[in-house]
């Protein structure tokens, strides 16, 4: 019997703008950033079935530079509470 399994397929959530203008560092414009969650899964014949991994991350909407979040400083942030 031959069981196929595998990792590394991501999954990607947005969970919206932050109300705030900040600062761009790479493209240097005033823009609301994107927060975004990036999931990995194990998958078992091509279907994710569990995370292994979570990534938190703050983007730039026009360039897409992205800045890694803790999960604390995303939840405040997600929570508009900063």
Known sequence: MFILFGWGHHKINQHGELRLLSKCF?????????LLVDKEYFTLFFIPIFPYST?????CPICGDA????????????NNTF
């Open 55 to 59: 990534n938190y991350f703050l983007v």
């Open 67 to 78: 800045e890694n979040l803790s999960r604390q400083d995303f939840n405040m942030m997600a």
């Open 26 to 34: 790479r493209c240097n414009n005033e823009v609301r950033r994107i």
